[in-house]
């Protein structure tokens, strides 16, 4: 009696121990289900910290800490472009939406003319270079355009002014592989329209 109960423990242990040994090992070295999507790719060095930020995000209708519309109606859809400004865009580092401090005075260059010119209303594309995931890509470069927006609301521009739209990977500025490509990849562009 006793040897069948240490076959049924062995073999319940066994079957725990297979069970749990089913999870997929990342490229990052955690454990996930097999019902589990891989995020390891995903995810660089810090960037981007919430992996679930995707599947909860609808581009469409995005607020910022006032409410004010941040995405919607599309001011390239409604309005015509101005023509003859060419405002120069915004390269942020790798794996990263933080406005750098060189980086600053063409924002806010960008943020002057639109105080000063009250009809005109801005769309920010966010750009990456190639690596990464097109999903990650996508949701970095809407992240890099949101930060430039915030920085030019706290300027004093109306939030309603901006609207932001990211491109991911999809419209690179030089075509290539290799840190100088990658760097003037890595960019929000400005597009102004009238109102």
């Known amino acids: 009696m006793q040897s069948r109960y240490v076959v049924i423990v062995n073999v319940a242990l066994m079957g725990a121990l297979l069970f749990m040994d089913t999870g997929c090992r990342t490229k990052a070295g955690g454990w996930r289900w097999p019902w589990q999507k891989d995020r390891s790719t ?7 910290t ?3 930020m995707l599947e909860n995000f609808d581009v469409a209708n995005v607020t910022d800490e006032t409410g004010g519309l941040v995405s919607g109606a599309r001011f390239e859809d409604t309005l015509q472009a101005v023509q003859g400004i060419n405002l120069a865009p915004v390269y942020f580092a790798f794996d990263s939406y933080a406005l750098p401090p060189s980086e600053v005075a063409k924002v806010e260059q960008v943020a002057q003319h639109l105080l000063q010119n009250m009809s005109h209303v801005l769309v920010i594309e966010g750009h990456c270079d190639e690596r990464g995931s097109n999903e990650y890509n996508l949701s970095l470069g809407e992240n890099r355009a ?3 927006r915030s920085y030019m609301v706290n300027l004093g521009v109306s939030a309603e002014r901006i609207q932001t739209r990211s491109y991911g990977e999809e419209k690179p500025a030089v075509a290539g592989s290799g840190e100088e490509a ?3 990849n890595r960019r929000g562009e400005f597009a102004l329209f009238q109102r």
């Open 42 to 48: 995903e995810l660089g060095s810090g960037a981007l």
């Open 50 to 52: 919430d992996p679930t």
């Open 146 to 148: 949101l930060a430039v």
């Open 182 to 184: 990658w760097r003037l």
